[in-house]
């Protein structure tokens, strides 16, 4: 059965504590995985795609990295506003609409 | 242009009015979603579009009817709907159905 697990359910950082949030998923054909930051009351936010293992890629603070069975977002020196919730999502190889979304981290940096 | 958009961005309702969601995107893209999520809980998909036809319908009652009346609309109405239908509704596009979705801002709904 398909399915996407992130670590930790929720996260609080100091500002500047570098740390990593993990989704693990298990999938019959990986066509993509998606992370999206999300606020309160807002729509997902669309930050990275990733198609292969060893594949990674940056914005800002975040960095976003995928193997064969987890992908990790790493944020350096976080700031206030990156508290968020942060939500992965994949979409297997024979569904090309369906995304399959893990029940996301929520991230709280404090000053 | 690179945003899509929603009105109205709160709704309060009865069960027994009839009332309509409205998503628009100019981006271009042939792919529209209406997804549906409860507070702490990711989107759940309702339906998608592809070129304007009704491709998906992830076994939605029926008091939920979509419409695509243009490849740049997308409308989702709503009728003898249920306290628990309350949630916040958001709208989706992509350039296909294979590719990186595009979420606008949410419709909170309120069912009294």
């Known amino acids: 059965e398909d399915q996407v697990t992130q670590s930790p359910e929720a996260l609080r950082l100091q500002e500047g504590e570098s740390s990593s949030l993990n989704c693990s998923y298990t999938?019959?054909?990986?066509?993509?995985l998606f992370w999206y930051r999300q606020d309160p009351g807002k729509g997902p936010e669309f930050l990275f795609t990733l198609y292969s293992a060893g594949e990674e890629k940056e914005k800002e603070r975040l960095k976003a990295t995928l193997t064969k069975k987890e992908s990790f977002l790493h944020i350096t020196a976080p700031k206030p506003e990156d508290s968020a919730t942060y939500l992965c999502a994949v979409r297997r190889m024979d569904s090309s609409y369906k995304l399959i979304f893990g029940s996301g981290t929520r991230l709280l940096v404090r000053p | 242009d690179t945003e899509v958009t929603q009105t109205p961005k709160h709704l309060v309702m009865g069960m027994t009015n009839k009332k309509s969601l409205k998503c628009e995107q100019h981006?271009?893209?042939?792919?529209m979603y209406w997804y549906k999520q409860k507070a702490k809980k990711p989107p759940e998909l309702m339906f998608v579009?592809?070129?304007?036809?009704?491709?998906i319908n992830e076994s939605v009652p029926s008091r939920f009817s979509p419409e695509c009346p243009n490849s740049s609309l997308l409308n989702l109405h709503l009728h003898a709907l249920q306290p628990e239908d309350s949630a916040l509704y958001l709208c989706a596009s992509s350039h296909s159905q294979g590719n990186e979705q595009f979420f606008g801002p949410g419709t909170r709904l309120t069912v009294l």
């Open positions: 981006m271009g893209h042939r792919a």
């Open positions: 999938v019959s054909g990986l066509r993509g």
């Open positions: 579009y592809s070129y304007e036809k009704l491709s």
